[in-house]
């Protein structure tokens, strides 16, 4: 494909679409672009992989492209990855994490399951974690808080998952869903297709749902990050996957999406300011 001609093709998502804030305004304004900028090259690249008309060797090569135009090999064809570079340079920040989301995204494009538990983290690995330390770079906090952010993004993506099971596997037959785990519960994939769920599926969704509550457990991201404002989003974000978690337990995402509420929004913000009060600890961005 020609350097002139981009790769992307747009779905029509954008941040107020996601679960959970992306780049809101409880950070500084000044790094507001910066994340946007990132999630806007995520989104496009999440929006190859998950065509449901490209062929996985056309979906790999248009992901390669996004890579050769983020790291300067290629002048053109990517715009999302244009910017990212260009928002790269202004802020010092390295293209390792959006690299690394690469690398998910090229795994989606034809890997359909997952066997193990440590399969799925290790997707996550590179699917969720890097857009945590994306931003906890961006604001200069330590990768000593590294840790308590991938178990955070993590399961931000498990619940994702669990979310769109069923969605995922009718539109793009692809299941995250760890197939031991299933097995273990006497279920299997192919029960995300009935009209709700069963109790194999049941207790494998529950099954996930304490994996993610232990990692949650390990320890909160809001309390070792320095930059006040940052604290105040991860602890909003935090307040929100605990309260999806929940609400996932208590439905059936078989039957029906099961969704956050502005009510849920609008406590778990309320919740999040209770971190306001810790000082900002030393090198946090004004």
């Not at 590179?126 to 857009?131: D, E, G, L």
């Not at 999406?257 to 306001?276: E, G, K």
């Amino acid at each position: 494909m020609s350097a002139t001609v981009s790769v992307e093709e747009w779905s029509g998502k954008d941040r107020s679409d996601e679960n959970f804030p992306v780049g809101s305004l409880l950070i500084a304004a000044r790094l507001r672009p910066a994340v946007h900028a990132f999630y806007a090259f995520a989104r496009n690249a999440d929006d190859i992989a998950d065509s449901p008309t490209l062929a996985p060797d056309e979906k790999i090569a248009r992901l390669d492209t996004m890579e050769a135009v983020l790291t300067g090999a290629q002048a053109g064809g990517s715009p999302s990855a244009s910017a990212l570079r260009a928002s790269l340079a202004e802020t010092g920040t390295t293209d390792r994490h959006a690299r690394d989301l690469l690398i998910a995204f090229r795994q989606d494009a034809s890997k359909k399951r997952y066997e193990t538990w440590d399969a799925l983290l290790d997707y996550c690995r590179h699917s969720a974690m890097p857009v945590g330390r994306h931003v906890l770079d961006l604001h200069g906090e330590s990768r000593g808080t590294w840790p308590a952010s991938d178990a955070l993004c993590s399961v931000l993506q498990v619940l994702n998952h669990i979310q769109d099971a069923t969605k995922d596997l009718a539109g793009l037959d692809r299941c995250y869903l760890p197939l031991d785990m299933l097995g273990a519960n006497g279920a299997s994939v192919e029960d995300l297709r009935a009209p709700m769920a069963t109790s194999g599926l049941r207790a494998t969704f529950d099954a996930l749902l304490d994996r993610c509550d232990a990692l949650m457990a390990a320890g909160p991201l809001p309390a070792v990050v320095r930059d006040r404002r940052l604290r105040l989003e991860t602890a909003a974000i935090d307040g929100l996957a605990r309260r999806l978690a929940r609400r996932l337990r208590a439905g059936d995402p078989v039957a029906r999406r099961v969704a956050l509420t502005r009510l849920d929004f609008a406590a778990s913000l309320i919740a999040a300011f209770a971190h306001w009060a810790t000082p900002d600890g030393p090198g946090a961005v004004a």
